[in-house]
């Protein structure tokens, strides 16, 4: 089919980059489980070297089940290419890879994922890359850690551990202004609930891991590239705008315009750091997508009625989820996720630590895993595991407290859920 903008979501998520197998008809995409492909004679192979023919050379870089995963989700996204990687946060080091240099650093939300915290306040230095995190409620804080040193801002639509639903359209308007690329980490909310880039944003990366798959069998992450920013507007982004050593001074930009970032990541950042996503991962990660928005829905109903239950349980101190409407943030939420906020939140219990403790050790139909967006409902103590690298300050911005356990909702039948974490609360308040 042509993956034509009339096409709804349901239908896009089907079969946006797929078509029946050329050579055997094939209806399901095949995975094509190969390292290299032949090329037609000498020319051709010189022609796919030299970035003058788009083609298939060796899986590193590109493969043919992999790049209908990366058509799928550019269309979703509403993104103009797309560039699948081993895990999210492999996406989030080849994002930054192309804008980054020694000396450069990248402004952050305060309220991310706790292994992308470590990730930037710790790893990332080992480039002679840094983070500066600051609260992006308040926009003026982002503007004064906007430096001219920066490179990017980034952030998660809906924040894991939850609760917390950025304004991405106000975080855009920093950075525009700012002429910076604005990185949006989207799995929490999956482009079912929010497209990034509809508001702004320059580049969606995610963890397919996640909701995409939904079925908690395989790794992988994407950056969704939106083509709309103008890498030559400045000098600040070399690799995009200037001439490309390795590729006889090519520049990315002018050659391939709206697509210079995708390109440049297949061409340079697979190529070199090699965080390439397999074609089995791929294969398992579009089976998930194609019931993407059926499982969202569901997702969203079952926590907003768990969220709801558990807010008036007296042994509860307090449950975060935007999709409350006693959230602090239930008005952005509406105006920024119509759909729903997803099926992640966190609950604090009376009983602190230990009754934390106790409740994941009682719980029956949730599984206690680092995890989350699986069709079953898991629950982890943050404090203690994902966050655990983390200051104690880190942990409680990050909505990860001791006494708070982040909770992913499945697609069960709620009244299962709440019965499940009522005799749960029973034992871990004894
Ligand atoms: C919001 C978010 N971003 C990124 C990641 C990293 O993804 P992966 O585990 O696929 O590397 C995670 C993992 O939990 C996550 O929750």
Redesign the pocket.
Known sequence: MSDSPTYGFDTLQIHAGARPDPATGARQTPIYQTTSYVFRDADHAAALFNLQEVGYIYSRLTNPTVAVLQERLATLEGGVGAVCCS??????IMALFALMSPGKNVVASTR??G??VTQFSQTIKRFGWSAKFVDFDDLDAVRDAIDDDTRAVFC?SV??PGGYVTDIRAVADVSDAAGLPLIV?N??ATPYLCQPIKHGATLV?H????YLTGNGTV???CIVDSGTFDWSASDKFPALSAPEPAYHGLKFHETFGNLAFTFHGIAIGLRDLGMTMNPQAAHYTLMGIETLSLRMQRHVENAEKVAAWLENDPRVDHVTYAGLPSSPYAERAKRCYPKGTGGLFTVALKGGYDACIKLVDSLEIFSHV???GDTRSLVIHSAST?HRQLTAEQQEAAGAGPNVVRISIGIEDADDLIRDLDQALAKASD
Not at 87 to 92: L, M, R
Not at 207 to 210: I, N, W
């Open positions: 895990s999210g946060h492999a996406a989030q991310l994922y292994g992308t998660e924040a894991n980490d799995t929490s990366v963890s397919t891991t996640k790794t992988g992450g680092a995890n989350l994902t």
